[in-house]
């Protein structure tokens, strides 16, 4: 293998492990904003027996959103 050829596997490497790592990240907030959610849904379950567990107020979750900050 020559010099060149290990450099282009290496930086093929790189790009690969950069890329899954921003996807983990993109994961990782998904996953936390719907812990939040849940979260704020059982501490209103707590103080309003109204609340309606399959209504999911989208802007609010969106607000936090920064993926693609």
């Known amino acids: 293998m020559t010099s060149e050829n290990l450099n282009q596997?290496?930086?093929k490497s790189l790009h690969t492990?950069?890329?899954i790592c921003e996807n983990t990240r993109a994961i990782r907030r998904v996953v936390n904003r719907i812990l939040d959610h849940?979260?704020?849904q059982e501490?209103?379950?707590e103080?309003?027996?109204d609340y309606d567990i399959d209504e999911i107020d989208?802007?609010?979750l969106d607000e936090r959103d920064d993926m693609f900050s």
């Open 9 to 11: 596997t290496i930086e």
């Open 17 to 19: 492990l950069e890329e």
């Open 38 to 40: 849940l979260h704020e």
């Open 43 to 45: 501490a209103a379950e």
């Open 47 to 49: 103080f309003d027996e």
């Open 58 to 60: 989208w802007d609010k």
